[in-house]
């Protein structure tokens, strides 16, 4: 037997699955590191059917090597990510919501009493038509109806001057007055932008009060002090009766 040992070559050692250190590989099977010394080695090992013996691949694990050669060095690298990371998140600015340059312009009408179908057609139609061949860089216009309110929404091109766009949409929104239904508004021209969210919506009822009467007192009372606060946009009142009507 012990005769039978010496007679294994390192061929031999190969295909009946033992490696240069001495362990028994399976087909398929990854062995533990094997050491002698400084080096470190990891055997695989996988089966070839084709020829009916096992392959060894032997990989040096150089990363094993030189941390257990430097390893105040790899502690001190790990110290060092970790405080950078710390002062990062710290020092890192952070907003709820962040300006987002959108190239989006918003029409609004309003006609108090009429049907979305005559709004579309007296309002959005007459506007998306003028718009298209007035307005420059358009890339595509969204509009929605509701019941004495229409929202125009038009899409410039990325890179498009959007200030120059709302010029553009101010001055041929009145020059359409004159041809909308008589005693109409000049529309509501907001420049949107994704941070513009609605962060708060009050409704106003009072026994004893009218329409009119919570019209007014919305729109003289309590819009001027909500105007106040900066960076806040207070739209005028919609529902209820003016002190006109």
Known sequence: MKAAEHRRTPERKRRMGICDHGHVLECGSVLPLCGTGNTYLRCVARSDSAHGFVRIRIHNMWIVRLALRRPYSFTVMAILIVLVGVVTITRMSTDIFPNINIPVVSVIWSYAGVAPEEMEKRFVTVSERAMTTTVNDIE???SQSYNGVSVIKVFFHEGA???AGVAQITSIMQTLLRIMPP???PPLIIQYSASNVPILQLGLNGKGLSEQQLYDLG???IRTQL????GAQVPLPYGGKSLAR
Do not use: C, R, S
Request: glycine share 6%; net charge negative; proline share 0%.
């Open 140 to 142: 595509h216009i969204e």
């Open 161 to 163: 001057k959007v200030e």
């Open 183 to 185: 005693g109409t508004t």
């Open 219 to 221: 729109l003289n009372f």
């Open 227 to 230: 105007a106040t606060i900066q």
